[in-house]
């Protein structure tokens, strides 16, 4: 490996680190006192969820070749999901009807 491959990749691990470490910092620096705020409090909650909704709800179109099956999965899952099933089942569901509707189409 070259010298500015060496360079470059401790550079770059560098960058990493302070970007993943900035946000678990700076709360820890500026909040010394407990949320009071309901508003705050209920934004804190749902982010994590939103986040993952997010980064996953897009993939899900591009899981399998046909759109179609994709679509078709995912509103049983959503359907279970709301029908308070278990993730195991929801999962399973989901993908037994895109792969069943997959071969439909």
């Known amino acids: 490996m070259g010298e500015i491959m060496k ?32 508003f705050i409090k209920s934004l804190l909650y749902y982010v994590p969820y939103a986040v993952l909704a997010a980064l996953s709800f897009p993939s899900i179109f591009y899981a399998t070749k046909n759109v179609y099956s994709s679509i078709a999965g995912c509103l049983v899952g959503i359907y279970f999901a709301y029908r308070e099933k278990g993730l195991v089942f929801v999962a399973i569901a989901a993908m037994l009807t895109s792969y069943i509707v997959g071969f439909m189409c």
Do not use: G
């Not at 691990?13 to 010394?32: D, G, H, K, N």
């Open 7 to 38: 360079i470059y990749f401790v550079i770059s691990v560098m960058i990493m680190a302070v970007f993943t470490y900035l946000p678990r910092m700076l709360p820890l620096t500026f909040f010394r006192k407990e949320i009071t705020s309901p």
